[in-house]
């Protein structure tokens, strides 16, 4: 008799509070004021989510200057640079900030450090949304806030003030990957100073968690979420360090099913920038296409949950 091939699903996956909560802006947003609404940026980065608020009314824009004058603006879930906000203020434009809590967080963080002169090394991905704005939350006269990527540029960065410096991180890294080059820095600049609290998230901390448990568990993992998700790269990239060949979609067409043809074992995760919907359907579909059984493999309960703000919520 033939194996059933089973199907394992990670927990946690796919939204966490931040996007949750960007999300129900955007939409209560156009539910209070109508369409359109402009938002920097995609407010997360998860193509059906997006897409769904297109056709909803919202328009997604990369420069201020494409808002016109008397529109609303919601600045996305990654964060926004000081620049940025200051150009919606001078404009008078109304506009409502879904940062996640987690990352204005850090952004608080390279505030304070700028106002006591000290430099920063930012450890992120260039060119990220997050590291922009992080970046462009830095202001000091004497100080200068450096971005390191990788364990190599931590070894080869170069200070002004290696006695008069910090760190801070991207929330959705890697959490090994990350405290390798932390240790390297410590390892560089003794009297570098770190947040109380690491600065990646909890949601990117549980679902990687949940992957490395997927990883002894499976022979080839799908993790749903769009290529520009950094936390949903994290992850497919998690499962190919711990041993599991695994890919990255958006969508069920997205897969190659000759690969999965001999696996006996497969896992499903989720960014947290995946919707829900989107996650079951692509469940669905895989149990129609493998005649396959479900097992939901336990993890961290997530309770947590982000206010809207005052203006926007429901009365």
């Known amino acids: 008799m033939n194996q059933k ?16 909560r ?18 920097k940026h995609e ?25 016109p004058d008397n529109s609303i603006v919601i600045f996305s879930a990654h964060g926004v640079s000081s620049k940025v906000e200051e150009s919606v203020k001078v404009r008078n434009l109304q506009f409502f900030d879904a940062t996640c809590p987690l990352v204005t967080k850090v952004h608080m963080e390279v505030i304070r450090h700028g106002r006591a002169d000290k430099d920063i090394i930012l450890i992120g991905h260039e060119g990220h949304p997050e590291v ?15 971005l390191v990527q990788d364990i190599d540029e931590a070894k080869k960065v170069s200070v002004n003030q290696p006695n008069n410096l910090a760190y801070v991180s991207q929330t959705t890294l890697s959490v090994d990957e990350t405290k390798d080059i932390i240790n390297e820095l410590i390892s560089k600049f003794p009297n570098i100073t770190g947040p109380k ?55 069920f ?19 947290a920038s995946a919707p829900e919907s989107k996650i079951q359907e692509i469940i669905k579909n895989l149990c129609i296409f493998l005649d396959a059984e479900i097992d939901e493999i336990g993890g961290v309960k997530e309770n947590i949950s982000f206010k809207l703000p005052p203006e926007l919520r429901a009365s």
């Open 5 to 20: 091939t089973k199907l394992s699903l990670a927990n946690p996956r796919g939204f966490c509070a931040g996007v949750d």
């Open 22 to 39: 960007a999300i129900e802006i955007v939409n209560r947003a156009l539910e209070m004021f109508g369409s359109p609404i402009y938002v």
């Open 43 to 67: 407010v997360v980065h998860n193509k059906t989510v997006v897409n769904d608020l297109k056709n909803r009314g919202a328009i997604f824009i990369e420069e201020i200057s494409d808002v």
């Open 132 to 146: 922009e704005g992080t970046m462009g939350r830095y202001s000091s006269e004497n100080g200068n806030i450096y």
């Open 197 to 251: 609290k690491d600065d990646i998230c909890y949601a990117t901390q549980n679902r990687q968690d949940a992957v490395k448990q997927l990883a002894l568990e499976t022979d080839f993992i799908i993790v749903v979420g769009s290529k520009a998700s950094s936390n949903s790269n994290r992850l497919k990239e998690l499962a190919n360090k711990c041993g599991v060949s695994s890919v990255l979609i958006d969508e």
């Open 253 to 271: 067409s997205d897969l190659d099913l000759d690969a999965l043809k001999d696996c006996k074992n497969i896992g499903l995760t989720a960014g």
